[in-house]
């Protein structure tokens, strides 16, 4: 499964980053071809991938965005929110078409737990 991959390489990208501290909340932006990202799916692999980590208690933040399609024929720009789209452009029919922009997964941001407790003074 492809979800599961990725969530391995999330957990581990921010393990790296977080030096030991308690992970609170992730934010991440994905941009994958050729099927949808479910955001259900993906906080799952990530729960399982992040168990017994600093990362365990985490809030998954998951940013959907299909990568972009661009057309040498008529320089439509689209949205590749369906594999279709990667064959052909939805707008002259021209099969010169790549994908342009970003694609995968970037880890945005990382929230980390306040080591600082804090009580009130009598």
Known sequence: ?????????????VLLRA????VAAVRVRAAVTGHA??????DQGFRVAAAGTAAEDAQL?????????SCHDCGARTPAASALVLVACPRCGGVDVEVAGD??????SITYQ???????VP
């Not at 991959?5 to 999330?10: P, Q, R, T």
């Not at 030096?19 to 308690?22: D, H, L, S, V």
């Not at 933040?61 to 399609?69: D, F, I, K, Q, R």
């Not at 306040?114 to 009130?120: A, N, P, Q, R």
């Open 19 to 22: 030096e030991g501290r308690r």
């Open 114 to 120: 306040s080591d600082v407790l804090t009580s009130e």
């Open 103 to 108: 694609t995968g997964v970037v880890v945005e």
């Open 37 to 42: 990202v479910d955001p259900a799916v993906v």
């Open 61 to 69: 933040e998951l940013v959907a965005a299909p990568p972009t399609m």
């Open 1 to 13: 499964m492809h979800e599961t991959g990725m969530c391995d390489e999330i957990v581990r990208a």
